[in-house]
């Protein structure tokens, strides 16, 4: 068993070194003909949430302690009900490949938190579009890996959900984006909250 641990942990160091950060997105990205300068970045925030570690571990099955997860984390306000709401992006071998690692996004409904979306294939950071959808502002994603042709997809709000996989969702055609970039953490250099 100790042989198993190794073996991923080297599989997982190899991965990290390969792509230069773990399921990190390059804000220029491979299509040169999507601007981005209008995007303002965030940091994620630092302060661990017992009640988020609870809900993102229910929602992806997780073991606190026994996975080896990390996690970043933003509050943003996507349907303008001044009730902020919670995006993670996950960082560890359980949740991770190669093209990219899990999120989830959550309401907060009488101080609980709902699970709207989970997320595969995300990599930082999310842009968070001042376009909205069904009322809930759009999401640009960066995608490549994984025999993926890189480029940028947007992810509309439903009226229930945003779509969980983002390589399938429809590319960003050229032009310039304006919103909020979340998890822009340099993750090679910033570890996430352990959980």
Known sequence: MK????????????FFSYTGSIGSAHPNGENSEVDVSDVTYVQSETKRDPMLEAAFSKAFDLKKGEDHI???????????????ETFVYLVGSPVCGSGGCSGAL???????YKLVTTFSL?????????????GWKNMIMYVSGGGIKGGYKRLRFDGKTYPSNPSVQPDVQKGKISGVGTF????????GIPF
Do not use: A, C, M, W
């Not at 822009?184 to 570890?191: L, M």
């Open 3 to 14: 042989y198993i641990h190794i073996l991923i942990l080297v599989v997982f160091i190899v």
């Open 70 to 84: 990390q996690y970043y984390y933003n509050h943003i306000d996507l349907n303008d009900d001044q009730q902020p």
């Open 106 to 112: 959550f309401t907060n409904q009488n101080g609980e």
């Open 122 to 134: 995300l990599r930082s950071p999310v842009i968070i579009e001042n376009e909205k959808t069904n």
């Open 184 to 191: 822009n953490d340099d993750i090679s250099k910033k570890e």
